[in-house]
Every structure is written in structure tokens, then in C-alpha cells.
């Protein structure tokens, strides 16, 4: 059975930090790109951060740069978002994915909830 799954997220106050894993399970992880999402309330799903299958940035987007960090770590089938300096416009649902590329399935994670509020 195919398995991402999000954990980490939570309340925290502006300028706090945060590190959400995804661990994937069912497939063969390391052939993945992977990437974070998020959705803001009320907004459309973005592309937050994307690395390739050996941990290399693709995209970031403009509004994180700077204050996110990204890990992979193949052997555990892991990938971290390390967030920093967060602000309240970072309040979403964050979701990792992995993107087959067209060659192989695509698979989501459920999602954790991020909080930034004081």
C-alpha cells in the first residue's frame, strides 16, 4: 500500500520555526522528485519547495526563499521542510508529493496543518 505521510505541523507563533517530515512507504521513494505544497485558506494549492530524487532544489518559491530548508534522506525514505522565521501567511495545510513525471504515478500525503498565530 502506497503511504506518504505529513507530520510536524502545528501552532506556532510569527517568527517561529517549524520542521514537517513526509515519510513515503509502498514505493521506490528514491525514484521520486519530490515536492511540498501548500493550501491556504480559501486559496489554490501552491507549489512550496521541490527537490529532485537526489535532493537537489528545482523550484522554491519566492515567498519561503531564504527561510525554508529542504532534506532528503533516501535511506529512510524521509524528506524534511525546515521552516524558520515563519509568518502568518504561512498558515495552510502542507502536503508532499511525489512526482512521477510522467513516467511513473504520482502519489499526495494527507496533509498537516501549519498555524502561524500569536
Known amino acids: 500500500q502506497v503511504q506518504l505521510v505529513e507530520s510536524g505541523g502545528g501552532l506556532v507563533q510569527p517568527g517561529g520555526s517549524l520542521r514537517l517530515s513526509c515519510v513515503g512507504s509502498g514505493f521506490t521513494f528514491r525514484r521520486y522528485a519530490i515536492g511540498w505544497y501548500r493550501q491556504c485558506p480559501g486559496k489554490e494549492r501552491e507549489l512550496v519547495v521541490e527537490?529532485?530524487?537526489?535532493?537537489?532544489?528545482?523550484k522554491i518559491a519566492d515567498s519561503v526563499m531564504g527561510r525554508f530548508t529542504i532534506l532528503r534522506d533516501n535511506a529512510q525514505n524521509t524528506i524534511f521542510l525546515q521552516m524558520k522565521s515563519l509568518k502568518p501567511d504561512d498558515t495552510a495545510v502542507y502536503y508532499c508529493?511525489?512526482?512521477?513525471?510522467?513516467?511513473?504515478?504520482?502519489?499526495w500525503g494527507q496533509g498537516t496543518q501549519v498555524t502561524v498565530s500569536s
Open positions: 508529493k511525489a512526482d512521477g513525471q510522467s513516467s511513473l504515478p504520482d502519489y
Open positions: 527537490v529532485t530524487n537526489s535532493g537537489d532544489i528545482t
